[in-house]
């Protein structure tokens, strides 16, 4: 049954990262994005008519050897979406890993999904790649290399709304 503790018991994602960067010599304390206007805008056509994509933070596997699997490297990908990934690699990325898995590609880049929702009729269509920007805490680097990147390969796909399914 849940109790009300004059402590906190629980650990702080926000002040074990701030305590980690200060101990790492950073000289400023760890800032979360944040911004005074959000840059996503309404969709200009019902869903129904919208093709639509998704990116992950998963990152792109190689081939497993002796049955590990290994990232390839941390880059930007963009990939085909048919026929889906069978894996792609999170093994790297912290989560409850004795309570969930992500064996299940489907779990976390619903392809299988987006392409049923087409044929439904619940969106105009699928976009026949996918888009992974692997895990990086540099505001910077996502704001000045992967995001362009990322919205030039959305452009090129004709995409009108992407999934943003991060792990």
């Not at 305590?19 to 959000?38: K, L």
């Not at 990147?149 to 796909?157: A, H, K, M, P, V």
Request: with cysteine; hydrophobic share 30%; glycine share 4%.
């Amino acid at each position: 049954m849940y109790q009300l503790r004059a402590y906190r018991s629980f650990v702080s994602y926000m002040d074990r990262s701030r305590e980690y960067y200060a101990a790492s010599g950073y000289t400023r304390p760890y800032e979360w994005p944040h911004y005074d206007a959000v840059p996503f805008t309404p969709l200009k056509k019902p869903l129904a008519q919208c093709r639509v994509g998704l990116v992950t933070t998963a990152g792109k596997p190689k081939p497993p050897e002796a049955g590990v699997t290994l990232l390839t490297s941390r880059e930007l990908y963009a990939e085909p979406a048919n026929p889906p990934p069978q894996r792609l690699f999170t093994d790297d990325l912290s989560w409850d890993k004795q309570s969930t898995h992500t064996d299940d590609v489907d779990s976390f880049l619903p392809v299988n999904r987006l392409r049923e929702y087409a044929a439904e009729g619940r969106i105009g269509s699928a976009s026949a790649r996918f888009y992974g920007v692997t895990t990086d805490y540099s505001q910077s680097r996502t704001l000045e290399r992967y995001a362009p990147q990322i919205l030039e390969w959305c452009r090129e796909d004709g995409l009108d709304a992407v999934l943003l399914s991060a792990l």
